[in-house]
């Protein structure tokens, strides 16, 4: 498996930097994100990067730079994506189980916001009534995704206002007028099915008769990218053309001009991303031969609690014959990064790549151990620049109030 930074300018990172640190390559980004947009570009389509993938700053303002939207799960984020320098229209905040007073903050930004509760759609309707055109999310029902941990759209999912209670939508859009020009569905994320998506599509054309204002289908995000060698990732070619046809064949659809957004995290920054770890220890017990590397479920969690396969290269000793290893952290529980992975001889010293590290990685680190949380680093126009430094003993006390 290939990246798009070589074995040469990941070392170099690695010398410049230290490890762990995570690096990212932007034209990669980018060249997803033109992917997106040729294929869809018959359609009238908005895409908006769901940062909560990886919010750096700097990867926020890169994202910007090339023409892209900004999703949001949090007013945080909403506020870091301002800070960034995104303007209001250009950012969407997708809400779940929050209080109200965010949802206040967003109007008050002048933020697109989709509402995913019943609750809330109730005070939003006696605040604003029709003065603020808003979003809802539509639980469809269907189940989608690479795992149940990241399913969203099925029948006992939090997420949303179940179709079934249409008329509990209804009744409450029309006692205030609410202005919905949004209806969103977000079943899942690694999705390869291009077919999912049309089948959530479904789901909202039979909702159309009852928001007549509506301007905007917004079908989330969830593309799949390849995580291991020969994997493929959706083919978002096809579902272009997919979701053009069934556009055209709806008839309820057919006709109207809906915008179309989605909201892109790993499809955009998961293949950008590299987590670069140094071994600290090899142990040979008979059976296995444990790899143990500077790192651990602390900085890169998606092996621990998804399961997830992350494809791992010994880029300092390339040519080396392969051997089986088993990839640990030094964290004081079962932290296995990979069991049983054929990998080129690893010699204390040695420096492992995770590939697929630009999504979920940095993002859901913690100080667990009260180990330091990695560096960042962006490789742009061949150049790598440090975005975030590697924590230090005062970023372990800083909120910690002493006598
Ligand atoms: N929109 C909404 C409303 C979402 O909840 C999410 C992801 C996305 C868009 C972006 O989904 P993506 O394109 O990245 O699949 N931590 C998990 C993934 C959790 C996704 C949460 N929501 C992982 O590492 O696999």
């Known amino acids: 498996m290939t990246g798009s930074l070589s074995y040469e300018q990941l070392l170099a990172a690695a010398k410049e930097f230290g490890t762990p640190v995570y690096v990212y390559h932007a034209e990669k980004i980018k060249e997803q994100y033109e992917k997106l947009v040729s294929a869809f570009a018959a359609l009238d389509t908005q895409f908006f990067y769901a940062c909560k993938a990886l919010t750096n700053i700097n990867v926020l303002r890169y994202v910007k730079s090339i023409g892209c939207n900004i999703d949001c799960s949090s007013i945080n984020e909403v506020k870091l994506a301002l800070h960034a320098g995104f303007e209001p229209q250009k950012i969407l905040y997708t809400s779940n189980g929050i209080a109200f007073s965010e949802i206040e903050e967003a109007v008050a930004a002048g933020v697109h916001i989709n509402i995913d509760s019943l609750s809330n759609l109730e005070k939003f309707g006696k605040k604003y009534g029709s003065t603020y055109p808003v979003g809802i999310r539509i639980r469809p ?138 071994v600290t220890v090899l142990k040979d017990t008979g059976a296995i031969t444990f790899a143990a590397v500077n790192s651990g479920l602390n900085h890169l969690i998606r092996p621990m609690m998804y399961d997830a396969y992350h494809h791992i290269e010994n880029i300092s000793n390339p040519g080396g014959p392969e051997k089986v290893y088993t990839v640990t952290g030094n964290i004081c529980e079962t932290d296995t990064f990979a069991a049983d992975r054929p990998l080129n001889e690893i010699r204390e010293g040695d420096i492992l790549a995770f590939y697929n590290a630009g999504a979920y990685g940095f993002e859901m680190a913690s100080n667990y151990n009260s180990r330091f949380k990695p560096a960042e680093v962006l490789y742009q126009e061949g150049k790598p620049r440090l975005i975030r430094r ?11 109030v002493e006598e």
């Open 141 to 278: 029902n269907i189940m989608a995704g690479g795992n149940l941990k990241i399913s969203t759209g099925h029948d006992t999912s939090k997420f949303g206002i179940p179709v079934s209670q249409l008329h509990l939508i209804k009744d409450m859009v029309a006692a205030n007028g609410i202005f919905i020009r949004t209806l969103h569905i977000h079943t899942g994320s690694d999705i390869k099915d291009a077919d999912v998506f049309v089948q959530g599509m479904e789901v909202l054309f039979e909702l159309l008769p009852h928001f007549p204002e509506l301007e905007v289908i917004d079908l989330g995000g969830g593309f799949k990218v390849p995580y291991q060698p020969g994997e493929t990732e959706t083919d978002i070619v096809l579902l272009a053309q997919k979701i053009s046809d069934a556009f055209a064949a709806h008839p309820q659809a057919a006709g109207q001009r809906f915008k179309l957004w989605f909201e892109p995290g790993k499809y955009l920054v998961s293949q950008c991303g590299y987590l670069l770890t140094e």
């Open 390 to 400: 590697r924590d230090e003993m005062a970023d372990l006390l800083r909120n910690l």
